[in-house]
């Protein structure tokens, strides 16, 4: 099983970025899929996730109305869409997969992708 995390880049504040998720050796459409971000000297905290059952959401309250996700099955590809970033947004963003329910809790998923780099900065 491979994820890999793409799209991050150095953006300015205000700025958008889309991060896609590329998923191998595992049926996205059976697997909930969360993105988490840890920026230096923290811990790695939730971000966003999506439910393989009906494609329902959570988001954080930090990026409430800024990030969509958004899944694409037959890609087998998970996508952050990010808008309005801010100085805070800053970190390394992981996506991951896990069966059964949806969880909002990192230990709970079982395979992890590298990570992007996403640098808000002017």
């Known amino acids: 099983v491979q994820l890999q995390a793409s799209g991050g880049g150095l953006v300015q504040p205000g700025g958008s970025l889309r991060l896609s998720c590329a998923i191998s050796?595992?049926?996205?459409?059976?697997?909930?899929i969360g993105w988490f971000r840890q920026a230096p000297g923290k811990q790695r905290e939730r971000v966003s996730c999506?439910?393989?059952?009906?494609?329902?959401?959570y988001y954080a309250d930090s990026v409430k109305g800024r990030f969509a996700i958004s899944r694409d099955n037959a890609k087998n590809t998970v996508y952050l869409q990010m808008i309005s970033l801010k100085s805070e947004d800053t970190a390394v963003y992981y996506c991951?997969?896990?069966?059964?329910?949806?969880?909002?809790?990192?230990?709970?998923?079982?395979?992890w992708g590298r990570g992007t780099l996403v640098t808000v900065s002017s």
């Open positions: 991951a997969a896990k069966s059964l329910s949806l969880s909002t809790i990192p230990s709970d998923y079982d395979y």
């Open positions: 050796g595992l049926a996205l459409e059976k697997n909930n």
């Open positions: 999506t439910s393989s059952d009906d494609g329902s959401a």
